[in-house]
Nanobody, 120 residues
């Protein structure tokens, strides 16, 4: 019912920047929280940042001051601006919407993931 599609991943040198985008589509009435998670090889998936519909944000300490999350409610899109990237930021980044009001139910959704590799 709800699809999340990420874009913007790729290969970047240490100290570089990338912006990830995640667009939601489907029978959406309202999306509450939207967030970004990441999973590095051999590690558990972890929260990077999330944002409420009203713009309140929650950012992991490991990326605070370097990553910024934002959203466009009219476009059902969430962004992750990543600056001063480090090799330890290398991971698959997943978009998440844990509670989405559709025309007839509440659902949760995950994107398919986008690879971010930070390497020289």
């Amino acid at each position: 019912q709800v699809q999340l599609v990420e874009s913007g991943g790729g290969l970047v040198q240490p100290g570089g920047s990338l912006t990830l985008s995640c667009a939601a589509s489907g029978s959406i009435f309202r999306i509450y929280v939207m967030g970004w998670y990441r999973q590095a090889p051999g590690k558990q998936r972890e929260l990077v940042a999330d944002i409420t519909r009203g713009g309140n944000t929650n950012v992991a300490d490991s990326v605070k001051g370097r990553f910024t999350i934002s959203r466009d409610n009219a476009k059902n899109t969430v962004y992750l601006q990543m600056n001063s990237l480090k090799p330890e930021d290398t991971a698959v980044y997943y978009c998440n919407a844990p509670r989405v009001a559709t025309n007839d139910a509440f659902v949760s959704a995950w994107g398919q993931g986008t690879q971010v590799t930070v390497s020289s």
